[in-house]
């Protein structure tokens, strides 16, 4: 199993850009989510999905699109980057929410010149 | 929702010498108490967690105890070595299944 993956590793983009970052997993896990990492702020939710089709904001969704048309797969788009959206992007997956154990991607470094 | 709150937000230790980490909640619906590492340029990963009809789990070096009266849980390390150097952050599962998690703790141990 290759558990949680995420492309790209590292990506630099001017302000006004758009993106997406990709999350895949094959664990068959109905919940997955998408964290912004900050120094000092710990990990944020941006937003997460329960199943495919179903998804929903957490505590930093402005600015960010998602959505989740297997079970596989949970991309995030960023619409119109800002230098705001700099940051290390997590995704992860669970069996069960955030009531089980979180298993993250290795990450995807973000640069917004 | 859930606020968690952590402290302190580094903590340095001597190899050998024991490590807390210390988390307050704010949800008194939060059941599930998880604790991540994450190591420089890596991934967060659980090392432990605990259920509110716990009240302390160990592993090893690693334990955690949870007083749900007054909303804490905490990390103990004992007998620190080199490889515990990391960020440990922890989390709680708020009403809606939601994990938040606290603003991380960096831990340098020392030989």
């Known amino acids: 199993n290759a558990g949680v993956t995420q492309t790209p590793k590292f990506q630099v983009l001017k302000t006004g850009q758009s993106m997406t970052l990709q999350c895949a997993q094959d664990?068959?896990?109905?919940?997955m989510s998408w964290y912004r990492q900050d120094p000092g702020m710990g990990l944020r939710l941006i937003h997460y999905s329960v199943g495919a089709g179903i998804t929903d904001q957490g505590e930093v969704p402005n600015g960010y699109n998602v959505s989740r048309s297997t079970t596989e797969d949970f991309p995030l788009r960023l619409l119109s980057a800002a230098p705001s959206q700099t940051s290390v992007y997590f995704c992860a997956s669970s069996s069960e929410g955030g009531r089980k154990t979180q298993y993250f991607g290795p990450g995807t470094r973000l640069l917004v010149l | 929702g859930e606020n968690v709150e952590q402290h302190p937000s580094t903590l340095s230790v001597q190899e050998g010498d024991s490590a807390v980490i210390k988390c307050t909640y704010s949800?008194?619906?939060?059941?599930?108490f998880p604790w991540y590492k994450q190591e420089l340029g890596k991934r967060p990963q659980l090392i432990i967690d605990i259920r509110s009809n716990v009240g302390e789990k160990k592993d090893q070096r690693i334990a955690v105890t949870l007083n749900k009266t007054a909303k804490h849980f905490s990390l103990h390390i004992t007998e620190t070595q080199p490889e515990d150097s990391a960020v440990y952050f922890c989390a709680a599962t708020d009403s809606w299944g939601k994990l938040q998690f606290g603003a991380g703790t960096q831990v340098v141990v020392t030989p």
């Open positions: 664990m068959n896990h109905e919940y």
């Open positions: 949800d008194s619906a939060s059941n599930y």
